[in-house]
């Protein structure tokens, strides 16, 4: 181990130090956010249609972003998929500590994955693979997010201790809060949160240009909010990877998310919940509800020890980035209606579930071969 490792392994970076058991509550609560993205999301769609089509609005309206102000369960993918990459890094990190790793070697990892993980979201939805200058986009996706995010919060696991992170969190917060509501936008003014008069939008038009994707999406000043959502996730991670009793455990993250609820509830009187521009308050929202679900499957997995429910995302967890970009590139859809068209379309209702379940079933039948085969991607 070199000199510089010892002292960070003895001073700033000791909080980081993984324990040897795993925590399998991250890679079910990661699989379930995926199932959502991965086919799940229409198969559940398709099997409530069975029991009352159409469906209430109440619970129709589940299944899609709101178009601005709000938040729905669809919307709490993206936020929960940034929270889990925070709440695994207090591990990750900690390996690399354990394994004599200096804060040159962490740093390289750190800028190696961002530039991978901004590759492949460029391959998903930047249209890299167009290779064509008319299409490219240059930041316009959720593995970019969670790029922007990751660094924010490397940076502070190796700089920063635990209580110095939950600070930087807060101050993330608020500085997005005081640009969108206290800076100028020309030709709309100060304070507009409308889809197209906010500074996000106004920041990503200036900067990226003709390389914006062109919906009501911002990336650039949202990566504040990017980064302050994976901090809530690190600041989660820490507790779980503390010594000490688990049950305990739970209550703290159960307290944490009904505080994190009642603060972005509160602050959406002055700052509205808008997915779109990432605002404080829905970073609080959503943190809200990401601590609650970690709560729950942290208790009932690796305290109750009941697992065998969460084989299916386990499964899809542990090759999270395999079942974001594979639907992106092999046509799961058109396999299902090779082998369950003909079929389906004597069945009915049940048709359609049949279809999203063969389309979600091809993808889960490929993660379970490579889990199999103990075959994992990752970065």
């Known amino acids: 181990m070199t000199k510089e490792s010892t002292q960070m392994k003895g001073t700033r970076l000791s909080h980081t130090v993984a324990p040897a058991e795993r925590i399998v509550s991250i890679d079910a609560l990661r699989g379930f956010d995926m199932f959502w993205i991965a086919g799940g999301g229409p198969m559940v769609y398709e099997f409530f249609k069975l029991f009352a089509n159409p469906l209430p609005s109440w619970l129709e309206e589940q299944f899609d972003h709101v178009p601005w102000e709000g938040f729905v369960a669809w919307d709490l993918i993206m936020p929960l998929f940034l929270f889990i990459v925070g709440a695994a890094m207090p591990f990750s990190i900690g390996k690399r500590l354990a394994q004599g790793d200096g804060r040159r070697r962490i740093y390289l990892k750190v800028i190696y994955r961002v530039l991978l993980l901004w590759a492949l979201g460029m391959v998903a939805q930047g249209n890299l693979l167009h290779f064509r200058m008319d299409d490219l986009l240059l930041y316009s996706n959720t593995l970019q997010a969670i790029a922007a995010g990751y660094l924010i919060s490397a940076i502070a696991l190796v700089e920063l201790p635990v209580k110095g992170q939950a600070v930087l969190a807060g101050i993330l917060l608020l500085i997005f809060w005081g640009l969108m509501r206290f800076v100028l936008v020309p030709g709309h003014g100060i304070g507009v949160l409308s889809p197209e008069g906010n500074l996000a939008m106004w920041v990503d038009q200036s900067l990226l240009g003709r390389f914006r994707d062109g919906n009501d999406y911002t990336w650039i000043l949202s990566s504040i909010g990017f980064g302050a959502t994976t901090l809530i996730g690190v600041l989660a991670g820490h507790l779980l990877r503390a010594p000490g009793p688990k049950l305990p455990k739970v209550f ?128």
């Open 252 to 379: 703290w993250l159960i307290i944490s998310g009904l505080a994190c609820l009642l603060a972005g509830w509160l602050w959406s009187f002055e700052f509205p919940i808008i997915k779109h521009i990432w605002t404080s308050s829905m970073v609080l929202w959503a943190g809200g509800w990401s601590l609650l679900l970690l709560a729950l499957f942290y208790w009932v997995i690796d305290i109750l020890g009941f697992r065998r429910w969460a084989f299916v995302f386990i499964i899809i967890g542990t090759n999270a980035i395999v079942a974001y970009i594979a639907p992106g590139i092999i046509p799961f859809g058109d396999i299902s209606n090779t082998l369950f068209a003909g079929l389906a379309k004597h069945l009915g209702q049940f048709g359609g579930f049949l279809l999203t379940a063969g389309t979600f079933g091809v993808l889960w039948l490929l993660l379970y071969y490579m889990y199999r085969n103990k075959t994992f991607v990752r970065i």
